[in-house]
Nanobody
Framework: QVQLVESGGGLVQAGGSLRLSCAAS????????MGWYRQSPGKQRELVAT?????????????NYADSVKGRFTISRGNAKNTVYLQMDSLKPEDTAVYFC?????????WGQGTQVTVSA
């Protein structure tokens, strides 16, 4: 099976930065999608960013971002490909949410336990 462990959440003032990390362990295939989603109280979970890795099929990683975070957040992979990062800059109070790491492979979704990000005005 697959396990995802997130870290890096916390409290930051508006305009500040945080970096989230997610380490995946278990049966990780070379072709997969890893990403970050977030959920605020009373709202549905929404996509923040994803990164696709498909070694030997595509060159480099392909990224996708929600419009609300484009230009402020950057998703990237570690060298071992089983770690994904989310660099969050110019944070806004509306970015406050629980952030979940996701791994999708072989049509299955795996989720981390979530990490709280709180941005104060």
């Amino acid at each position: 099976q697959v396990q995802l462990v997130e870290s890096g959440g916390g409290l930051v003032q508006a305009g500040g930065s945080l970096r989230l990390s997610c380490a995946a362990s278990g049966s990780i295939f070379t072709i997969n999608v890893m990403g970050w989603y977030r959920q605020s109280p009373g709202k549905q979970r929404e996509l923040v960013a994803t990164i696709i890795s498909a070694d030997k099929i595509i060159s480099g990683d392909k990224t996708n971002y929600a419009d609300s975070v484009k230009g402020r957040f950057t998703i990237s992979r570690g060298n071992a490909k089983n770690t994904v990062y989310l660099q969050m800059d110019s944070l806004k109070p509306e970015d406050t949410a629980v952030y979940f790491c996701n791994l999708r492979q072989l049509l299955r979704d795996y989720w981390g336990q979530g990490t709280q990000v709180t941005v104060s005005a």
